[in-house]
T-cell receptor
């Protein structure tokens, strides 16, 4: 298994543009998490899904952020419109059941100019 | 509110020196705590969990409920320990992370 796969690895966009980040969890994992990493705030949980259903989106910063999980093997995090303060590394992670161990993707480095 | 605090953004030591990365938590229930590590150009990964009381790569962490701490320790740092370390608290069904500490071990 290639682990959690995120795309793109890097994204550079201009303020106001729509950004879509993608994640493929490990096969068989039924929980998926989106985190944002910044120097100031560390790793912040944005949203997580259990069996494709959003369970807790209290970490989503604004209505500009949305996330979907249409099936067990794919999730997207969308920012529309993007702003420079959204620049960060966005991580996707998955796990099986309520296991303690999270498996992280390589992250997407987002730069909004 | 549930919170994880890592007071040091950067910790620099020389090889062979002892290391302690601090982590304090705020949680009213019985805590489950973890340390995750991200080495250069690698994915963030689980290092150890308090419930296992294990030593991984020479690192240990003891839960101190009185001080609400879960500090990560290693008696003799190695250059390959240089990485970003995150302390995490399990709350309901999710992990809450601290802001992280970058450990630099100089030769």
């Amino acid at each position: 298994d290639a682990g959690v796969i995120q795309s793109p690895r890097h994204e550079v966009t201009e303020m106001g543009q729509e950004v879509t980040l993608r994640c493929k969890p490990i096969s068989g994992h039924n929980s998926l998490f989106w985190y944002r990493q910044t120097m100031m705030r560390g790793l912040e949980l944005l949203i997580y899904f259990n069996n494709n259903v959003p369970i807790d989106d209290s970490g989503m910063p604004e209505d500009r952020f949305s996330a979907k999980m249409p099936n067990a093997s794919f999730s997207t995090l969308k920012i529309q419109p993007s702003e420079p303060r959204d620049s960060a590394v966005y991580f996707c992670a998955s796990r099986q059941g309520s296991a303690e161990k999270l498996f992280f993707g390589s992250g997407t480095q987002l730069s909004v100019l | 509110a549930q919170r994880v605090t890592q007071p040091e953004k950067l910790l620099s030591v020389f090889k062979g020196a002892p290391v302690e990365l601090k982590c304090n938590y705020s949680y009213s229930g019985s805590p489950e705590l973890f340390w995750y590590v991200q080495y250069s150009r690698q994915r963030l990964q689980l290092l150890l969990r308090h419930i296992s009381r294990e030593s991984i790569k020479g690192f240990t962490a003891d839960l101190n409920k009185g001080e609400t701490s879960f500090h990560l320790k290693k008696p003799f740092a190695q250059e390959e320990d240089s990485a970003m370390y995150y302390c995490a608290l399990k709350f309901t069904d999710k992990l809450i992370f601290g802001t992280g500490t970058r450990l630099q071990v100089f030769p």
